[in-house]
């Protein structure tokens, strides 16, 4: 069977949505495909996609602090950047008012779990002050304020309040696109693998396991870490590694729990300072706590250490008996700048990372939303389509960034696999070691500001 349409997007999460819902109110002919169901992975045992199992956490900025993005790249940059992170956060707001759904919930707790985060916390606290940065939008606590909020042994001290990023329902948020995108006549191909790509004279086909042939003039490829680790496009493992990720839902919570853990009735979402085994958490709209943590062991998301780390942290679930009623786990793409990546090709199929959009490209690849997913994956689908249509000033914004090639790089998937599980077994140790206030930690800091 041979299908045609103006526009082709592998992958159906958010990114891949947006585009679709963005490109199909202009009138063009959208087919979206994906591996998986629509909007991601549903099944809560089984991984691999990420934006229908994600934390749910939608958060303002950028890895990179302003400061750093300033110094680089200058400061009327840095300020264009983190509006338009501003924009792309009030679209998602939007998009769950529109679709009825997904309950998007302000508010953002920044924890630290040592004196080292605290000194972070408060450094980056100044920096916002320094630079104007949403200063009416975000607080600094002090550790009596912190345990009104919240209250865990690992957290007590100094944290960042945020009344501007905040959480939703993820599954729920794309399903949602997915509806919208549908009902401005989107058509999906769910359940298809593709096996091949082939740039032709006026358009560029896939070829899918099943035998079918899609054609489109331009290919748009919105996909995680199936498209990485499918070894399609060797080129982007120069740049990127797969981050596991391990989430779960405890059981609904009586209210004499929740009252324990947040005594103000906070709602929001948070997470803790570090880079890699990053822990994150909210209360649902169930009132059930979802909480997980990124790279816990490297690229094999483990269980049984989220749900050790979840009674660590909040003791108050296992003097209830607090269960477990999911688990769900997935992988992520990230660059060592943790900041959207844009691929393109030429005319015969040679793909390269770029920092501006060229629309003669028959081929667009997004890739690496990392933990910022909801907002970034949002944002930059959005972006694509109006480059699509003409104004590619958004997409320039976010491609600008660069990316430095990770160490080491191999021509077998297995081994670049092994190659991430190290790094982030590396990242673990050395966030572990900053808080060391000798030559260790000293070290270790050296380090993370080099990696």
Not at 89 to 98: A, P, S, Y
Not at 200 to 215: A, F, Q, Y
Not at 300 to 323: C, R
Not at 340 to 365: A, C, H, V, W
Request: proline share 3%.
């Amino acid at each position: 069977m041979k299908k045609t349409a103006d526009f082709i997007i592998v992958g159906a999460g958010y990114a891949g949505l947006m585009c679709a819902l963005t490109l199909a109110k202009s009138g063009a002919d959208i087919l979206v495909v994906d591996a998986q169901p629509i909007g991601g992975n549903q099944n809560s045992l089984l991984g691999h996609t990420q934006s229908a199992i994600s934390g749910g956490h939608v958060v303002v900025g950028f890895s990179q602090d302003f400061d750093t993005i300033e110094k680089k790249y200058g400061v009327d940059y840095a300020y264009k950047l983190w509006r338009l992170s501003v924009e792309g956060l009030n679209l998602v707001e939007k998009n769950c008012t529109d679709m009825g759904g997904a309950g998007f919930l302000r508010g953002y707790h920044i924890l630290a779990r040592n004196k080292r985060d605290e000194e972070a916390i408060i450094q980056t606290f100044a920096e916002r002050k320094k630079y104007g940065i949403l200063e009416s939008q975000i607080r600094l606590l002090d550790k009596n304020e912190t345990k009104s909020y919240l209250t865990s042994p690992e957290f007590q001290g100094t944290s960042l309040y945020s009344t501007l990023s905040g959480q939703l329902e993820p599954k729920d948020y794309v399903m949602g696109l997915a509806r919208m995108a549908e009902k401005a006549n989107v058509k999906f191909k769910a359940l298809t693998r593709i096996s091949k790509f082939n740039i032709l004279k006026n358009s560029m086909e896939l070829i899918t396991e099943s035998g079918d042939v899609l054609s489109a003039p331009k290919i748009i490829i919105s996909g995680g870490s199936g498209v990485l680790r499918g070894g399609f496009f060797p080129v982007m493992r120069k740049y990127q590694a797969v981050v596991g990720n391990y989430a779960l839902k405890t059981e609904i919570l009586p209210q004499a729990v929740i009252d324990k853990i947040f005594p103000s009735g906070y709602r929001g979402a948070f997470s803790d300072m570090r880079r890699s085994d990053v822990l994150y958490a909210r209360l649902d709209n169930q009132k059930r706590l979802d909480f997980g943590a990124y790279s816990f062991s490297g690229n094999h998301p483990n269980s049984e250490a989220v749900i050790k780390l979840l009674y660590k942290t909040f003791p108050q679930l296992l003097n209830a008996n607090i269960s477990i009623s999911e688990g769900r786990y997935g992988f992520l793409v990230g660059t060592r700048t943790e900041t959207m990546q844009l691929f393109q090709s030429d005319t015969k199929g040679r793909l390269s990372s770029r920092n501006y959009f060229d629309n003669e490209s028959p081929l667009t690849i997004l890739s690496a939303f990392g933990a910022a997913g909801i907002n970034l994956g949002t944002t930059t689908g959005y972006a694509t389509a109006e480059a699509m249509l003409g104004n590619p000033e958004k997409i320039n914004l976010l491609a600008r960034i660069e990316h430095p090639k990770l160490p080491v790089t191999f021509p077998w998937e297995g081994a670049n696999q092994w190659r991430d599980y190290t790094l982030t077994k590396a990242l673990s140790i050395i966030d572990i070691g900053s808080s060391n206030q000798g030559f260790i930690g000293a070290g270790c800091r050296l380090l993370q500001r080099l990696v």
